[in-house]
């Protein structure tokens, strides 16, 4: 397929996340690409699908197919603790890989995005799986406040491909509602919410 260059690209996990953002921004579906993918001018989103396979994926078709100068990963994260509540919105400033850590130090891997002031931050740890059970979570805890599947490896691709990345994730559970049910009527609660922050405080500063 012909290249179809865009400034900024969107990554979503799902097509849950992704809605709002997809009506409000008016962004139309592209035929014949590998991952569910949509432009509007020069902002592009691919939804690249759950986990950090996918992510890595999704993101490096999006930087050789969009050629943006940015992406961002926009979605729900669970919280860690209880210090964060349902609604919540993030600027993910580290994911740390607490599941791949590294052969000769055996700390987990780290990856940094890039960040725009004026938002408040958040470490994420990104798993293969969901961390649903309170005692994962309050291992994890020790290391970040946000849980997701995807962030690391947004974050590695994006570096591979010389991009520039950002994050902003809300919060959709807690280490006390971790339950499928309560995740999926938070990111229906809430995904309106977080797409009018960043559609009208994210990005027009990228």
Known sequence: MRKVPVTCCLVFA?????????KGLGLKALRGCPFPA??????GAVICGIGKANAAMATAWACAFFSPRGLVNLGAAGSLTRRLKPGDMLQVTKAVEADRPGLRTGRPHEHRPDTLRGFKGAVVATADKPVLRPADREKLARLAALADMESAAFIQTCRAFKRKCYLFKFVTDGPDNPASSDILANIRKYRSAFSGFVSSSVLPRL
């Open 14 to 22: 799902t097509g849950l996340e992704a809605s709002p953002f997809l």
């Open 38 to 43: 949509y432009r509007k001018g020069k902002l």
